[in-house]
């Protein structure tokens, strides 16, 4: 099985010749293609490829830095990124997560302004989730 894990599909460079490469893929016995979003246009433009053709599948989402800004202007500070465990990231396939760390020093209130801007930073981004 042959997978490409970040193609890029719906880049510019390939709008005069994005159907003749996808056919060279199939005839080149590329089983599975991941087709990630790099922003609300492309997220749109890669669950349309998906849709058209059974073995690309598009990876789209909010991306953890973004999150973590949101959350940081509600003065809740999180950690993103790999959070230095590379290889387990690699392997599941993600690139970097928000992580929110508690200790015995946080209060009800933390939590609650936490939980408040979660609810801030997904309102957001609602409106963009792709079904």
Known sequence: MLFDSHAHLN???FDED????IQKLQEEHVDLVLN????????I???ELANKYDFIYAAVGVHPHDVASILDSEGVCVRSGNH???PLMRFLGIDSTC???FYIYNTQED???LVKALIKAYDMFKKYIIK
């Open 11 to 13: 880049d510019a460079r």
């Open 84 to 86: 230095c465990a590379q």
């Open 111 to 113: 939590v609650d302004n």
């Open 18 to 21: 994005r159907e003749a490469l």
């Open 45 to 47: 433009s890669s669950v």
């Open 99 to 101: 992580r929110a760390s």
């Open 36 to 43: 990630p979003g790099a922003d609300i246009e492309t997220s």
